[in-house]
């Protein structure tokens, strides 16, 4: 079933990447499961490998349900073409390593997710790449952190944990200007809220793990490319063996078709529990985008088309066991990492240990709250109990 750009985000999520005539007369693409791919004869084996004359080939390349869901999303966030992979953090050192070579140098955001961080560091480093950590708010003033090695200007719009908004058109239009490549970690924004490639963005990394497969029970990623980036991309997966199971693919398509709603109520009930903190006397700040009050909030609302659930607060200071005494008794926030599932979370992040290009200057304990789809008056209800539990705690 063909997708058209003039049609609503609600009716592409239905339609995108499946055709039922192709799928024995079913709705949903089956789950391709298979390694082996076998070819007609000799020749046209040899051909495929040398120039891809078929559609499909050995599983790890090419797979029905992984081109499903690659289309799919590819076609919802108006790249050219997406590459799978097993994890978020896959698709990023995947995209990562197609554009950086021994002595080059990549510009980074100093609010960037923290594995992404460690691999640059880590992995990066000792095959001879560069990093810049810069601030997240540096707009145009990027150009005077490029050097004649830069290919890669890394953001993630909002940051993790710490959710300063960017101006990626801003510093997308620098990048390019002087060469590098634009990767984005658009993964809060997900491919409905944020159309990376039209504010300058080359490639789009997303962890589908979140939002996508949306139920918590499976870990993919996506790369989505514009026509200029995709052979890189797709050359840096096949040379890396990136490749993902077509059951956890599956659960990606699966997820896409909810997305939507999902998102609507994931979005309006954060903005609903993020406005009710900010006005709870334990509250010092609340990170939360599509709030007047953030920083970023002129940016969120010129870039983006809607919020999802993930937000961050800082509570004014007190001592560490308060702070655990508020959320260990919490009933309906599970202590965790990930997000993006249908169940509400809640964890505590450090990153003044962390930043070096700008210190974290808060002084209160930093909180990271995931929405769910829970009742939103639920949710209030069980951070109340948990805020007297804070006062009580600090005495
Ligand atoms: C979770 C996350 C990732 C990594 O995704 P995994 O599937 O856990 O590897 C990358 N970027 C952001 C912003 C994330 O929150």
Redesign the pocket.
């Known amino acids: 079933m063909t997708d058209t750009p003039s049609k609503s985000d609600a009716t592409r999520l239905a339609h995108l990447g499946r055709d039922p005539s192709r799928q024995f007369g079913y709705v949903n693409p089956p789950v391709v499961r298979g390694s082996t791919w076998l070819a007609p004869g000799l020749a046209g084996y040899e051909a495929n490998v040398a120039k891809q004359t078929e559609e499909y080939s050995y599983a790890r390349i090419r797979n029905p349900t992984s081109s499903a869901f690659e289309q799919a999303v590819a076609d919802l966030e108006g790249g050219h073409r997406a590459v799978v992979a097993p994890?978020?953090?896959s698709a990023?050192t995947t995209a990562v390593l197609a554009f950086v070579k021994a002595g080059g140098h990549a510009l980074v955001t100093d609010s960037v997710?923290y594995?992404t961080r460690r691999f640059f560091d880590g992995l990066a480093a000792r095959f001879g790449v560069s990093v810049t950590y810069y601030d997240p708010a540096i707009g145009a003033g990027i150009a005077a952190l490029m050097r004649p090695e830069t290919t890669i200007v890394y953001v993630?719009s909002p940051g993790?944990i710490t959710f300063e908004m960017q101006d990626i058109p801003v510093i997308a239009a620098v990048a390019h200007a002087r060469g590098a490549v634009v990767i984005h970690?658009g993964?809060?924004g997900t491919p409905l809220y944020f159309r990376s490639f039209e504010h300058g963005v080359d490639v789009s990394v997303h962890?589908a793990?979140?939002y996508l497969v949306g139920h918590s029970d499976a870990?993919l990623?996506v790369v989505v490319c514009n026509a200029a980036t995709f052979d890189r991309v797709k050359a840096s997966a096949v040379g890396l063996g990136v490749c993902a199971s077509p059951d956890d693919v599956f659960l990606g398509l699966r997820g896409l078709r909810t997305l939507g709603v999902r998102l609507e109520r994931h979005w309006a009930s954060g903005v609903e529990l993020a406005r009710w903190l900010e006005t709870r006397p334990e509250v010092a700040r609340v990170l939360h985008p599509a709030l007047p009050s953030h920083p970023g909030h002129a940016i969120w609302k010129r870039d983006f088309r809607g919020a999802c659930g993930l937000f961050g607060l800082v509570l004014r200071p007190v001592p560490s066991k308060a702070v655990e005494a508020m959320v260990d008794g919490l009933s309906l926030f599970g202590i965790g990492a990930?997000w993006g599932g249908f169940e509400s979370l809640i964890l505590r992040s450090h990153p003044r240990a962390i930043r070096t290009a700008v210190p974290w200057a808060e002084e209160g304990t930093l909180l990271r709250i995931h929405v769910g789809l829970e009742d939103v008056e639920d949710l209030k209800a069980d951070l109340a109990a948990g805020f007297e539990r804070l006062r009580t705690a600090a005495g």
């Open positions: 994890s978020g953090l990023i997710y594995p993630e993790s970690d993964t809060w962890a793990t979140k870990m990623g990930s």
